[in-house]
């Protein structure tokens, strides 16, 4: 669970919450909600409001703790946690720390010493990509991006050769030019998926084409949305006639021409002695 090398230090506990739908909370959130000495609560509102729904009652003093304060809070709450209180951490929804606050508090207090546990809970990031219908045994979360159009098409470019499947979050506001963006980068036929308001009751999870996605989310779409985007296809294999033309080329560079062959025949996927003997044949 984590250090435990502080004696009599609290614990800190970075509780996920549902990210739509309330009967997904766990006992073991209703538990680490009722038995906290301190709540940090990414919005207060929203966590009594939590609360309700699931009918906690908790004593626990209640602190705000979001992007734009978390970093100040860092030193007041290791305090609680060194001495002796149980803190939980929540956001508004999913795991804590996921493109939410939480990392600063968690990193002090793994550094201090003072244990660290979680409360697993429901996560956008997987639950979009389980009904994405893309491959799902490698992925990769790549966040919000950047918010500027030129900085967004930046950081698609760098991604695509990325062969996992690349988890996004977008604003529903900025859906369609990141779907344009993305069918730029990545080109118009890469499949993909939008979903949004999950386990919520207007849940719903469109599947196609990025260029047939970004048209129809020219039409306006609301709710807080996740994108899965495929990775990029396996690179074709060179044929024989290619493979060899390299390997000539090597040689042309004074590579030796078995060592060339060798080289190429790593990379290519064509036999050694292939390669050399036709390459060997080529030179005449």
């Known amino acids: 669970m984590g250090n435990t090398g502080v004696v009599d230090a609290g614990r800190l506990v970075l509780a996920g919450t549902p990210i739509g739908n309330l ?25 009594r409001a939590l609360l309700t729904g699931l009918g906690v009652e908790s004593a626990a003093r209640v602190v705000s703790n979001f992007e734009g304060n978390e970093a100040s809070r860092v030193e007041g709450l290791l305090a609680e946690l060194l001495g002796g209180a149980v803190v939980v951490l929540v956001t508004d929804a999913g795991m804590p720390l996921v493109s939410d606050p939480g990392f600063r508090l968690a990193r002090a207090a793994i550094d201090a010493g003072v244990p660290v546990g979680v409360v697993p809970g429901p996560s956008a990031v997987l639950v979009a990509l389980a009904l994405s219908g893309l491959p799902s045994d ?8 950047p918010r500027k159009g030129s900085q967004r098409r930046r950081r698609l470019g760098e991604l695509a050769a990325e062969r996992r499947t690349m988890v996004f979050y977008e604003a529903p506001h900025r859906l369609a030019d990141f779907l344009r963006d993305s069918a730029a980068a990545f080109g118009p036929d890469r499949q993909a998926s939008v979903s949004r308001e999950l386990t919520k009751l207007f849940e ?21 949305v996740t994108v899965c985007v495929a990775g990029a296809p396996e690179p074709s294999a060179p044929s024989l006639e290619e493979a060899v033309a390299e390997v000539l080329s090597l040689a042309g560079s ?28 080529a030179r005449g």
């Open 204 to 224: 719903e999870t469109r599947r196609g084409t990025l260029a047939a996605l970004a048209e129809w989310a020219a039409e306006g779409v609301r709710g807080e």
């Open 23 to 47: 009967s997904d909370a766990s006992q073991s959130l209703r538990d680490a909600l009722a038995g906290a000495d301190v709540i940090a609560a990414e919005d207060t509102r929203r966590l």
């Open 254 to 281: 004074g590579v030796k021409l078995s060592t060339a062959a060798a080289e190429v025949a790593v990379r290519a996927g064509h036999p050694k002695k292939a390669l050399y003997d036709a390459a060997l044949a």
């Open 138 to 145: 490698r992925f990769c979360f790549e966040g919000f991006p």
